[in-house]
C-alpha cells in the first residue's frame, strides 16, 4: 500500500507528516508492551553536511534538553510512586 493512501485518514485530523522513526518507536511499544515516548526538536535546517546536526543553544537545543530531564525525572518519580501503591486510576 502507498504511503499517500496510509496517511489519507490523518488528512481531516490535520496531520501533515509522519516522522517514521516515531513511528517504528511506537510500533515497537505496542507489540511489546514496552513505554516508549519520542520527543521531536523541529528546526529549519537541514542536516546535510559537517556539523549540521547540531542546532547550538540559539536553535533551542538546551531547551529540548532540560524539558527531556524534566520528562525523565516525572517519569522516574510516577514509576516509583506507581510501584509503592501510591498512584491511583
Known amino acids: 500500500m502507498k504511503l499517500r493512501s496510509r496517511l489519507r485518514p490523518l488528512d481531516p485530523k490535520g496531520i501533515l507528516a509522519v516522522e ?3 513511528a517504528a518507536l511506537y510500533s515497537f511499544a505496542q507489540a511489546t508492551g514496552a513505554a516508549v515516548l519520542c520527543l521531536a526538536h523541529v ?3 537541514m542536516g546535510q ?3 549540521d546536526f547540531e542546532k ?3 536553535d533551542g537545543t538546551d531547551d ?3 524539558v ?3 520528562l525523565v525525572e516525572l517519569a522516574d518519580t510516577l514509576g516509583k510512586s506507581m510501584s509503592e501503591g501510591k498512584c491511583h486510576d
Open 56 to 58: 547550538g543553544e540559539a
Open 43 to 45: 528546526t529549519n535546517t
Open 68 to 70: 527531556l530531564a524534566l
Open 64 to 66: 529540548a534538553l532540560a
Open 49 to 51: 553536511a559537517g556539523d
Open 20 to 22: 517514521m522513526e516515531a
